[in-house]
Each structure stands twice: as C-alpha cells, then as structure tokens.
C-alpha cells in the first residue's frame, strides 16, 4: 500500500468525520491564537512602558521646596524652610562629594504674557535655566540654536520658544531671530523646540525657555528656585545620586536629627520602574493564562484524539480482520493527527497574528516570535502524540479484541 | 454462477483447514474456562461446512481461529498448508487479506463508506491497482446483485443488502476460505435465501464454504454438518439431503 493510499484514507477519514474534524481544528485554534495573542497582549504592554521610560530619560531626579515628596520626607514648618536657591543647584555639582551626578539644572520659572505686536500668549511654561536643562529634560531644537553657558554668565535677553509658543506669536513665519516682549523685557528669539506633544494635560510645546540669570535679574528678583533637576551618570546610579545630593543639601539647609527636610526628591526611575515591574508580573499572568489555555486545550484534543480512536476501535479491528497491516493503520491514524494539528495549528496562528493587529484593553500587542513556535510546536506534539498513541495501541490488538471493543 | 466465475477467474490450488488438538482456554486457575477444549478438524477444498451447536459451545472461538482473528491457547493450524499458529502479525495480515474472506453476524462494514469503498478497501491493502480494483469491486457487488448500490452508505442499506456488501467483501480477494459467523442472524427469511443461493454459487464455484449457524434450514443446505458442545466436536457427518 502506497503512501500516497494511506494518506487519501487519512483525508477521506478527516472528511467522513467532519464534526468531530471541526471542533479538533477549533480546539487547536483557539489554543494556539489565544497564547499568541495574550503574550503579544503582555508584551505590548511592557513595550509601551519600556518606551515611556526612555522617552523620560531614568536617569533623572527633580528636587523642590518643602517635603513631603516621593521617599517621603516629612514636612517641615514653614517658619525654618529655606528656599532653594541657585547656590543649592552649583553645590551638588561637585564632583567629590557628588560623583554620581552628571549634571544640574535649576529651574526658575514664572508666570509671564509673551507679546508681539497684537498676538498675546502666556506660555504653561515660562522658565529660566541653564543649558544642563537641555539634556536632563530631553529637549532639543528643531532650528535655530540653544542658548549657551556664555548666554548664561552674561545674563543675554535670548529665548528658546515651543511651537506653540512660537504660532500664538509668529504664526507661520519662523521666529528665529525676531523679537518678542515677555513680562515686560524684550527677547531675542534663537531656537525653536522640538514638538513635544502634550502629556497629560499640559501642552509641553507651550514654552519659553530663558537664561536663569537673566530671569532672575530682569524678571523675578531673587525669587527661590521652583525646582532643580539633577541628572545622574546613568540609570544605575540614579539611587545613589539621590543619596549623594540628601546629605549635600541636607548639610545647606542644616537638616539633621529631628529636624525633617524642607526640600523634596522627586524620583521618576523608580515610578517607572514600579510601573514596569508590575507590567512584568501582568505579563507573567498572561503568560500563565496563556498556558492554561493551551493545556486546556490540549486536553481537548487529547480527549478528542482518544475517544475517536476508541469510537473506532471497532473499525480498526475490521480493517485488521480484512488483512490491513498494522503500518497502514497507524500510518493512517497518524497521518490524521498530524493535519487536524497543523491544521488547527495553522488557524490559530493566522487568527493570532490578525488577532494582535487590533488594540487590545488600550494595548498594541506585539506578537512575542517565540510564543507562536511555542504554541504551533506544542499544540502539533499533543495532537501527533494522542491521535498516534491510541491508535498504535488499538493497530496493535488482535483483530477479535478489536471487533470486540464496544 | 457465471459471474462468480467472473470474480474467481483464477482457481485457487487446494485449501486445506487442518487443526490439531486446539485449545483455547480464557481465564487463569480454577475460574478459566476451556472455550475450546482439544478439537481436530480437517476440511478439504471446495467443501461446505456448517457448524451448529448450542450457545457458548466455541463456534464462534474456533471461526475465529480458523480466521486468524485469534490465537490459541494450544494447538496447531495449518490453512493451505502453511502454519498459522506460530506466524507472526505481519504474514497473518496477508494471510487474512489474501487466503480468507470473513462475513460476521453483524456485517462489520466501516460506518459512513460506500459500499464500492467498503468492498474495494482489502484490496486497497493488497496494492491492488486502483483501476483494477474499481472493476473486480463493481463485478464482485454486481455478483451479490447490488450492482445498483454502489454509492451507499451502510446506514442507507437494508440488513440483508449489507450483509451482501460484506459477502462482496469477502470475495472480492478470491480467498481460499469463506467463514461466515452466523451470517443469517441477523436477517429475515427473504435475505436468508438471497444469502443461502449466494453461499451455493460461491461454493459451486470451487470455494471452501464454512458457516456457522444456529437455524437447522441453514445448516442442511451445507454438505457437512459439525456439531459442538462445551469446546468438544461431538457429531461430524455428511448432510444426505446434499450429498448423495
Ligand atoms: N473474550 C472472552 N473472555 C472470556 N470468555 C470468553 C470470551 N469469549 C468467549 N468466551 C467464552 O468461551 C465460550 C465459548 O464462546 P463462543 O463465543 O465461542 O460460543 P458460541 O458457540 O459462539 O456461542 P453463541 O452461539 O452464543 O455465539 C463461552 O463460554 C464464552 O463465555
Ligand atoms: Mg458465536
């Protein structure tokens, strides 16, 4: 008997029995789908908090006046708090007592109207740094030029604007180079931002970014700073220079024993990095959803494989009785198995991969390549194994034993 | 007749059933039971058996033996000579596909198949050729005179049109050896006569004929009767009424 006879008996056997052909192919499908989609569901998931994190940048950490803030310092009273000053922000930059700070930032800002000619606009975020700012907050220029450390000593009336900014006053001509009146002093514009996006509610492209001295000479006076940023050398040592820049200013602000801090570290790697752990263990349970779905599945099939087999013990033994040959039923058997498994295996790829196209609870899946081998390859294990062992098990009876099977 | 001839256009040689001493014992220690217990049997060639007996004496055990569907506890069989009792599994499936044609009380057809498929399927485990194989099935049905039911499935067939599927089924390997356990069983007095001019054609043309049966009418159209009782062969004569 020829390969190709066995493998037509296969295919008429598949076609004979076609309910029982159906759901096996389901079963297998929902299994197969159902693990690509929910690790590609888990995985999305990670991915979008993955880039959150490197669109923040980890390694950087914000401090600001009075406690309270995350890592809970307590509150002090108001009658002993000092402000942070520009004097604060120049301390932590030294590098024997800080090593693991790369840079500071402070910031001043204010509330100030921009004016040109007859267009007004008050920018959301109207502050005065230094160019540390730039890299610590991920901002960068789409033209034009930044302001620099010189700009900075020399206390120059030049202004980086956001594209909001920059439309509310210039509307589609370019800014670079033309002037504007923001809270009374005039400014150069030099740089336009990169567009930022809003996040939250908050429109970052609504921005005026000044030197700091000149805010403070031209604008605030000796105004307290509102924050400063420190950025850290990399991402491991975001934890250490936080404790580096506590006891820096713990030491200016004269904080020791009972008496609780007037300055808070806000920590945003830390945030993010509970955010991502816990997206870690919500794709771990998906992954363990994932696995009893399949092993659910499995025994489906495995249960269909069995009782088809036992339904057709009967037709096993007549096949025997009439000199079929034990190869020839087994081979058949297998050859069953094998394309209701890859068959199944297959639409439930398919169905995974058109499954992960579509947002799912507001994640985009991104199909994890080893979960659809995974699943394919176990889901054609179980199917070969229990549609094969039965049947080897049943080609193997005496041909009574199996006309006798009930 | 003629196209039984058609069927068996080439005559087997002689085929011999010779058993010795079989025993076929189920069960262990004192709760076994002797379902054969020493039975000797010769049948020559182109002779017409029927084996009767009351329930539980081992026909049935012994068909099977005869039909390489069973071992035996002890004992030897030899089918046209050549010894079954000690083969292995591959040369009984020959043996069963090539020497013997079984027809089973409850016809044994694989459910939701044609009947050309049904009867086409021993030879299909032969090799036999596909266009061969299609000509000898529809002379074989045209022979048990369901020439016209080629394309039915079991369920759309009567008992007796069934049991004449599995009739084709048998022959249609031209096997030496024609078992039938309680063919009639399970069909009505018109389809026990279609089965019973069948079984004298097939024999007619040179074929050893053994059945098995419970209905004395059945018995008495063989050439030799059998009876058995408790595992032993009790009586063995001609049938006078057909041998003369
Ligand atoms: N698989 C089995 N296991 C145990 N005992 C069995 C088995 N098959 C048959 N027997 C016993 O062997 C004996 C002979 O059975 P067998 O089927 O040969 O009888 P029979 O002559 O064909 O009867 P009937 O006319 O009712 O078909 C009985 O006592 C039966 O109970
Ligand atoms: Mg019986």
């Known amino acids: 008997m020829s390969v190709f006879e066995i493998v037509r008996f296969a295919i008429r056997g598949l076609f004979t029995n076609r309910l029982r052909t159906f759901l096996t192919v389901l079963g297998i499908t929902i299994g197969v789908a159902s693990v690509i989609i929910l690790l590609a569901v888990g995985n999305g998931s990670s991915k979008a908090i993955q880039a959150s994190l490197d669109r923040l940048g980890t390694n950087s950490l914000q401090v600001r006046s009075g406690g309270g803030g995350f890592g809970a310092r307590a509150r002090a009273s108001a009658s002993s708090q000092k402000p942070l000053t520009i004097l604060d922000a120049a301390a932590l930059m030294d590098k024997t007592q800080a090593p693991d700070i790369l840079q500071v930032a402070p910031i001043a800002s204010t509330n100030g109207t921009c004016v040109v000619g007859a267009s007004t606009t008050t920018p959301s975020t109207f502050y005065g740094t230094w160019p540390a700012y730039y890299k610590a907050s991920n901002t960068s220029i789409q033209s034009g030029s930044y302001f620099t450390n010189d700009d900075v000593t020399q206390g120059r009336r030049v202004a980086l604007i956001g594209q909001t900014t920059a439309t509310a006053l210039f509307g589609t001509t370019s800014p670079i180079g033309q002037t504007m009146r923001c809270s009374g002093i005039e400014f150069t514009v030099i740089g336009l931002t990169t567009v930022k996006g809003a996040s939250g509610f908050q429109d970052g492209d609504s921005l005026v970014l000044i030197p700091i001295t000149t805010m403070e000479n031209s604008i605030t006076g000796n105004q307290p700073l509102s924050s400063i940023i420190v950025e850290a050398t990399n991402s491991k040592t975001t934890d250490a220079a936080q404790t580096e820049l506590t006891t820096i200013l713990d030491a200016r602000h004269g904080i020791s024993g009972r008496k609780t801090a007037d300055f808070s570290v806000f920590n945003q790697a830390s945030l993010l990095t509970t955010a991502s752990t816990s997206s870690k263990t919500f794709t771990t349970l998906l992954g363990m959803v994932a696995a009893i779905s399949l092993l659910v599945g499995g025994i489906g099939i495995t249960n269909i494989m069995l009782v088809t087999v036992i339904e057709r013990t009967r037709e096993i033994g007549i096949r025997k009785a009439i000199g079929a040959p034990k190869g020839a039923i087994l081979s058949q058997f297998l050859i069953e198995a094998t394309i209701l498994s890859v068959l199944g295996g297959a639409l439930g790829v398919l169905v995974g991969f058109i499954g992960s196209h579509f947002t799912i609870a507001g994640t985009k899946p991104v199909i994890v390549p080893a979960s659809v081998f995974l699943a394919f390859g176990v889901s054609i294990l179980i199917g070969v194994f229990f549609g094969g062992y039965p049947a080897s098990r049943a080609a193997s009876l005496r041909p009574i034993e199996a006309l006798r099977h009930e | ?244």
Do not use: C, W
Not at chain 2, 9 to 35: C, H, N, Q, T, W
Not at chain 2, 36 to 58: D, F, H, K, Q, W
């Open chain 2, 1 to 244: 007749m003629e196209a039984v001839r058609a069927v068996d256009s080439v005559v087997d040689k002689l085929p011999v059933i010779e058993v010795r001493d079989a025993i076929k014992r189920y069960g262990v220690g004192d709760a076994s039971i002797f379902a054969l217990n020493g039975v000797s049997l010769t049948i020559e060639a182109g002779e017409y058996v029927a084996i009767m007996g009351p329930s539980g004496s081992g026909k049935s055990t012994l068909m099977n033996i005869l039909g390489a569907l069973d071992n035996m506890t002890s004992g030897e069989y030899f089918l046209d000579g050549i010894e079954i009792s000690s083969m292995d599994e591959i040369h009984l499936s020959i043996v069963r596909g090539r020497k013997i044609g079984f027809i089973f009380q409850s016809f044994n057809l694989i459910p939701r198949t044609t009947a050309i498929a049904n009867v086409e399927l021993p030879m299909a485990y032969q090799g036999v050729k596909t266009k061969e194989r299609r000509e000898r099935a529809l002379v074989a049905l045209d022979v048990v005179g369901l020439g016209d039911r080629i394309n039915h499935e079991p369920t759309e067939l009567s008992g007796g049109q069934q049991q004449r599927v599995a009739v084709a089924r048998a022959l249609v390997t031209r096997p030496a050896l024609l078992l039938a356990d309680e063919p009639t069983g399970a069909l009505d007095s018109k389809s026990t006569a279609d089965l019973l001019d069948l079984f004298d054609q097939i024999n007619a043309a040179g074929r050893t004929v053994v059945v098995i049966t419970h209905e004395l009418d059945v018995a008495h159209r063989a050439k030799r009767i059998i009876r058995m009782r408790d595992g032993k062969i009790v009586s063995d004569e001609l049938n006078k009424e057909r041998v003369a």
